[in-house]
């Protein structure tokens, strides 16, 4: 177990419908990455996020959009759902925004769009 | 994408033996890492290896790095039926201001008893 917790763990939504998914960081970590993961795939880099702002970005559309709490608590929102985005998201947290230290995991949400 | 290759995709052995898989990345690097997934769960990290190491242990486990040659490799020695996960690379990719991990296709990794 990392300490990291993700809700919830499956999801299914129809095509246009939004989503949000949610994220506990570990204790004492203030940077959050949200990552997307296709069946068979590696996962992918969507967004980063450091004391509460966006500081970086994969190749993702606007519809892919965050927040991070101060708590340090993170969502992932997800509007006009379309079937590509039927993925494993797995939210990871870190201690320092430039770190070279190892990303610690949640379970993932494994969202569904029919 | 820089997103790297993971080879073989799949491998199958049985308990007792080693394990060996390979990763290629594509831009230089700050640091590489193999993380274990199983059953389409969450990633555990398992080893951080950086550019200017070529050799690291941990346990079971042995990561070398070739940085002219952009290429990793995982050795697990002694395989469990346990160690059954996707096994992937993931390279550490900065720019000003934030961290990503650039992670490869994986290689599913089948340890029968």
């Known amino acids: 177990e990392t300490g990291v917790t993700q809700s919830p763990t499956h999801l299914i939504k129809t095509r246009g419908q939004q989503v949000t998914l949610r994220c506990s960081s570990q204790?004492?970590?203030?940077?959050v990455s949200w990552y997307q993961q296709a069946l068979g795939q590696g996962p992918q880099f969507i967004f980063q996020y450091y004391r509460e702002e966006e500081n970086g970005r994969g190749n993702f559309p606007p519809r892919f959009s965050g927040l991070q709490f101060p708590n340090y608590s993170s969502e992932l929102n997800v509007n006009a759902l379309e079937l590509d985005d039927s993925a494993l998201y797995l939210c990871a947290s870190t201690t320092q925004r430039e770190s070279t230290n190892e990303q610690f995991f949640g379970p993932g949400t494994r969202l569904t769009v029919l | 994408s820089q997103q790297g290759e993971e080879d073989p995709q799949a491998l199958s052995i049985q308990e007792g033996e080693n394990a060996t898989m390979n990763c290629s990345y594509k831009?230089?690097?700050?640091?590489l890492q193999w993380y274990r997934q199983n059953s389409g769960r969450g990633l555990v990290h398992l080893i951080l290896i950086r550019s200017n190491e070529r050799e690291k242990h941990s346990g079971r486990l042995r990561v070398t790095l070739d940085t002219s040659k952009k290429s990793s490799s995982l050795l697990i020695t002694a395989s469990r039926a346990a160690d059954t996960a996707s096994y992937f690379c993931a390279t550490d990719w900065m720019n000003t201001g934030f961290q990503k991990l650039v992670f490869g296709t994986g290689t599913r990794l089948l340890v029968s008893p």
């Open positions: 831009t230089s690097i700050n640091n």
């Open positions: 204790s004492g970590h203030n940077t």
